[in-house]
């Protein structure tokens, strides 16, 4: 079970837009064409796909980010960081008593 998922897959398609905004759409699909990355994020680890290999870990700092030109990888280790708190699942169930 996850509590958070991204993910993106390079298709190479443009978007249609002013131009300012095609110039940052084109530098991101530059940079994730033909990469298929997923990470997602629980109380208790991290999973990352890279195609169709599942790799899970205690913490995202340990994956390295080669495969990962937007940097999911770090918005999700900093929102299982900042956010996500695993006493809460100890705590909650004897609030509910």
């Known amino acids: 079970m ?9 298709s190479g398609t443009e978007v249609e837009s002013s131009s300012i905004l095609n110039e940052i759409s084109q530098i991101i699909v530059n940079a994730t064409t033909g990469l298929e990355f997923e990470v997602r994020t629980s109380y208790f ?26 940097g ?12 996500l708190f695993p006493g809460l699942l100890y705590v909650f169930p004897k609030l509910l008593d």
């Open 45 to 70: 680890g991290i999973c990352i796909r890279n195609r169709e290999t599942w790799s899970c870990q205690n913490d995202a700092l340990t994956f390295g980010s080669s495969n990962d030109p937007l």
């Open 72 to 83: 999911i990888l770090g918005m999700i280790h900093t929102f299982k960081t900042e956010v």
């Open 2 to 10: 996850y509590i958070l998922s991204l993910s993106y897959k390079g």
